[in-house]
């Protein structure tokens, strides 16, 4: 697995030279429809380049990344909006959106309303299925995109901190084991907390 891993990353660290931006933009509106690409690995390390090579900037890998959450949220949106709840249901699952998931994300939608689209940017899981119950009940799709663009320009602007602050650990970026376990234990963490506080104890009420 640590070597899988690496290798992924090696051929991120390279394609960034070439696809820049637009390869971070586009991997992020894959993060944000159903593809299950963390967004944690996505930013940091474009950041991390960004700040230790400087043929990028951290304020464009931001704004890249914002754009291209919008863009897949908006996919996901539109074809929640055009295809409807039936269809997603009972097709949704080859795609790995489930019935369970559809319903936990229409309850969050419903309770916390447009609020909910921009809090939903900031948590693991209910970030990627936000789009379906907007669609769905048809929310006005401008509140919908600014709601989508602060919240991914904040998460975005987290994770490009969290890039050039790990890539200044020294142990860190020499492959030193512990430390990697260390960072990606906090993160792991971190993720975690904000998904129990603001979903899970939710979704049990």
Request: proline share 4%; charged share 10%.
């Amino acid at each position: 697995m640590r070597e899988m891993i690496a290798s992924l990353l090696e051929w991120y660290l390279g394609a960034l030279d070439e696809g820049g931006y637009l390869l971070v933009a586009l991997l992020m509106a894959m993060e944000s429809s159903i593809v299950p690409l963390p967004s944690e690995f996505v930013i940091p390390p474009a950041a991390y380049v960004a700040h230790a090579h400087g043929h990028m900037s951290l304020t464009g890998i931001v704004v890249a990344g914002t754009l291209g959450s919008w863009a897949g949220a908006s996919v996901m949106y539109w074809a929640a909006r055009l295809l409807g709840r039936p269809l997603l249901v009972r097709y949704g699952r080859y795609a790995l959106v489930t019935p369970e998931k559809i319903v936990k994300a229409e309850v969050w939608s419903g309770h916390y309303g447009i609020v909910g689209v921009f809090v939903s940017r900031l948590l693991p899981v209910i970030r990627h299925l936000i789009g379906i119950p907007a669609g769905i009940v048809r929310l006005n799709f401008l509140w919908y995109s600014l709601a989508t663009l602060l919240g991914s320009a904040i998460w975005c602007t987290v994770l490009a901190w969290i890039g050039v602050t790990a890539g200044q650990d020294p142990e860190l970026m020499a492959g030193n084991v512990h430390r990697i376990s260390l960072w990606v234990g906090s993160v792991m963490l971190f993720l975690g907390a904000l998904y129990y506080f603001f979903v899970h104890r939710h979704m049990r009420r």
